[in-house]
């Protein structure tokens, strides 16, 4: 097992470079991994009639057991990219003897490093890491925006590809083959077999290391510490960690392939247009974007804008006006410089992301976080694309170029005025947010608006620029949002309910399932008299993700009730009643 000195420190960016295994207790694993399988017999026999208890159980308590089977954004699914078979039980019986003398070495440091990887779904400390570099002013490629998308979506697709393996495979997690094996964190409700963390990571450090190749090991040893965190937790096999880097490694070469094709790496050959009301400028910053490849849009100009009035109109006179006198306050400069700030144009969406998936619980759940990020951050990569197709396809002048008097609060970037980047690229994201968080749908629609205005505020953008960025962002974003229902449909709760005209033996009753997903098997599970039952494989959803039934209460049925049921790892409410005689 190769492993590296270990190194903990926190960097400029507050980033941890993480430390893997001492030389030490790695060459103590090396010798416990060749003991014979027989020293481990007795515990093998047992762990092997376990295994089969738990696999069948498994889809009851399983996080997101159908996410292998969602679409993938660049390879060409999870099936394709199926990681080998786990080892066998000798071999996994090796390994656990191994983990258990392993993580007797556990010190302070090594807590520390598995609480660090611990914190979050798998994705989060890579997506923390692009967005602390932005804080900090740490150069991250001419186009951060698409450092994140790429990285994103390779640990999204990585994560799925994981996800199909868990599930054929299904190999239990390592406490539950031996309880001699105490986790140092909670054992994730998954199959083990390959590692979620090791993949992820790999799939991060790999596209990190192809934006920024000086810092390739950096990336690297944070990758292999990410993944084998969780052996030295105690929550995953060694095989798993290897497992996983391979796949993550996989999946991040297909990811890199498509960046080498995006057209990101054009040069502008063309000359700026004159004329009147034309921007006066030169050099004019993301003028090749116009020609990159979407990953959806069918093209650059499928939501281009129609043409802005001329700049004497008087729409746009009264516009030009309403900039120059426009009130300026403390309140309204401190909000326009933070919209042209660092978290302003670029991590405010992670931010709220985070938040919300900490509250939600999202955390403990890794496709469905992977998800969150990709959608972020995709839909910003073919926002940013539209939004420049309209900017050069007119060419239209800043305010402050139509009437000198204007003042602008800050610096004018550097290209053409309408429609406003800044209006497209936060209604867009901003309806990605509401779409994945419904719950905070308003108040973050108000955020993206916020950021539009802001531009007005500073004395950048007219009004017809904000509306133009705004309708812009919204299309962009109902691609995305339509996409990522069809392909990774978001899982609801079920509801439950049970109607019955009398509570008597002979009465009838009608039990209904709805809010889920169709043909998806239900569990129901109960309690009758104070003892629990349950039938896993109950009934089937139907089409529209319902199911009927109606009966009859039966002579012998007397008792207290308790019903709920359980589809795709989500328990529906629970309806209790109690059926008596009720007869003479």
Not at 175 to 190: F, N, T
Not at 255 to 262: E, L
Not at 524 to 536: A, H, I, M, S, Y
Request: aromatic content about 12%; charged content about 15%.
């Amino acid at each position: 097992m190769k492993t590296a000195q270990r190194q903990s420190r926190l960097s400029s960016t507050g980033v941890y470079r993480l430390q893997q295994l001492d030389d030490e207790v790695s060459n103590r694993a090396n010798e416990t991994t060749r003991r014979k399988a027989g020293l481990w017999s007795g515990s093998l026999i047992f762990g092997l009639l376990l295994t089969l208890v738990i696999a069948s159980d498994l889809s009851a308590q399983a996080v997101e057991p159908l996410a292998g089977t969602w679409k993938t954004w660049v390879i060409s699914s999870g099936k394709d990219y199926r990681v080998p078979s786990p080892p066998g039980p000798a071999e996994t019986s090796t390994e656990l003897q191994a983990m258990s003398d392993l993580i007797r070495f556990n010190d302070a440091r090594t807590k520390e490093q598995i609480t660090f990887w611990d914190a979050g779904s798998p994705a989060y400390r890579w997506i923390d890491l692009i967005s602390e570099r932005q804080l900090a002013a740490i150069p991250t490629t001419a186009y951060p925006h698409r450092v994140y998308a790429y990285v994103a979506l390779a640990i999204y697709d990585a994560t799925i590809a994981t996800w199909e393996s868990k599930y054929f495979y299904n190999r239990p997690r390592p406490s539950e083959l031996d309880p001699g094996i105490h986790p140092a964190v909670a054992v994730p409700a998954s199959p083990s077999y390959p590692s979620e963390h090791a993949a992820a990571a790999q799939a991060a450090a790999t596209v990190l290391a192809y934006f920024l190749p000086n810092e390739a090991q950096s990336f690297q040893t944070m990758a292999e510490q990410a993944g084998w965190s969780r052996v030295l937790a105690g929550v995953q096999y060694p095989s798993d960690y290897y497992a996983g880097l391979t796949l993550g490694r996989r999946v991040a070469e297909q990811v890199i392939a498509k960046a080498m094709r995006d057209g990101s790496d054009a040069v502008w050959t063309g000359t700026v247009p004159t004329g009147p009301c034309r921007w006066i400028g030169t050099n004019p910053g993301n003028v090749t974007a116009t020609n990159w490849t979407p990953l959806l849009l069918t093209s650059p100009s499928q939501f281009r804008p129609a043409p802005p009035p001329p700049c004497d109109s008087s729409q746009v006179v009264a516009e030009t006006a309403a900039v120059r006198n426009f009130p300026r306050t403390f309140v309204t400069n401190y909000k326009a410089f933070y919209w042209q700030s660092p978290e302003g144009l670029q991590t405010w969406p992670y931010r709220y992301a985070d938040k919300w998936m900490f509250e939600d619980g999202l955390d403990r759940n890794p496709p469905r976080a992977a998800r969150v990020y990709a959608l972020i951050a995709a839909t910003m990569f073919d926002a940013f694309i539209a939004s420049q197709d309209g900017k050069f396809a007119y060419w239209y002048l800043r305010p402050h170029q139509n009437d000198t008097a204007i003042s602008p609060l800050f610096p004018v970037p550097n290209f053409p005025s309408y429609p406003s980047n800044h209006s497209t690229f936060s209604a867009a994201r901003s309806e990605v947010l509401a779409y994945l968080f419904p719950a905070h749908a308003d108040f973050i629609r108000a955020v993206g608006k916020e950021a539009g205005d802001s531009r007005i505020w500073a004395g950048i953008h007219y009004q017809m620029d904000n509306l133009a960025g705004q309708q812009l962002g919204k299309s962009v974003a109902q691609i995305f949002t339509s996409w990522a229902e069809a392909g990774s449909p978001t899982i609801r709760t079920p509801i439950l309910t049970v109607d019955a005209a009398s509570y008597c033996v002979g009465g009838s009753w009608n039990l209904s399932v709805a809010n889920a997903r169709p043909l998806a098997p239900i569990r129901l599970v109960g309690t009758f008299n104070g003892k629990l039952w349950e039938v896993p494989q109950w009934r089937l959803t139907d089409s529209t993700g319902s199911y009927n039934v109606a009966g009859t209460f039966a002579p012998g049925t007397e008792g207290n009730y308790v019903l709920t049921t359980e589809i795709d790892g989500l328990f529906s409410n629970s309806v209790s009643y109690v059926v008596s005689k009720c007869g003479p």
